[in-house]
């Protein structure tokens, strides 16, 4: 008997699943950001290593967490909170052409927010097409939402636009990406986001001498350090 109440359970339960839509809302293109160039077209889960994924639940709390490579063309991470809410944000090939796939626990999601910046990834947007050099034809949010009560839509503003080798952005790509569910999101969403990266041209993202690597570091320390006791030395004498 216990099995099919289990059974009548699931079944009621699938019977009432709803289905909503994620779009785009539009952009906000205060506090542009200037970035080296755009390394090339196609970028991939794998390649937006260090972005930075932050979720607000109801009642305030927020849970985040780093996207990583998990294979040769997938990443994403994982959030868990210690009770038990959170969220599995995942995305496998090209962003132009492969989805996003999130899973909520334990709570009622109200925003998704990107910072792509962290991992040299900027969002690249349908139009201007093609936009900015290098960057070639874009996607705008647009996806589905599942959940087990009505509702769940979402809508996604473009934050921080990019401008690249000097010039003003020009309005399609943009390092941070909000998605607010403005009735809540208690289950699962699927979309298309495209997605580049920012370096050197034809590079690795974030290959650009903007920073010094650690190793590099290390060695401009010791100059400054050695000049400065050679400077003490010859002041001595």
Wanted: with cysteine.
């Amino acid at each position: 008997m216990r099995m099919r109440y289990v059974f009548l359970f699931l079944a009621a339960t699938a019977g009432s699943l709803s289905a909503g839509t994620i779009s785009t809302l539009g952009a906000d293109n205060t506090t542009p950001i200037i970035a080296t160039d755009i390394t090339g077209f196609a970028t991939t889960g794998a390649d937006m290593s260090g972005m930075t994924v932050t979720a607000t639940f109801t009642g305030g709390v927020t849970s985040g967490c780093v996207w990583a490579t998990t294979t040769a063309t997938g990443g994403g991470c994982l959030s868990l909170l210690g009770s038990g809410t959170g969220f599995l944000i995942q995305e496998t090939g090209d962003t132009f052409t492969s989805n996003w796939n999130l899973n909520i626990f334990g709570s009622t999601l109200l925003s998704l927010l990107f910072d792509g910046l962290p991992g040299f990834t900027v969002f690249d947007r349908t139009l201007p097409n093609t936009g900015t050099a290098g960057s070639e034809s874009g996607a705008d949010a647009n996806g589905t939402t599942t959940q087990l009560v009505p509702s769940g839509d979402g809508l996604a503003t473009y934050l921080n636009p990019v401008g690249t080798m000097g010039n003003a952005p020009v309005g399609d790509i943009y390092t941070r990406v909000r998605i607010d569910f403005a009735a809540g999101l208690q289950g699962s969403a699927t979309w298309l986001m495209d997605t580049d990266n920012i370096g050197a041209r034809g590079g690795s993202p974030g290959s650009q001498a903007v920073v010094p690597e650690p190793a590099s570091m290390l060695l401009i320390g010791i100059g400054l350090v050695g000049g400065a006791l050679l400077r003490r030395k010859q002041s001595v004498a």
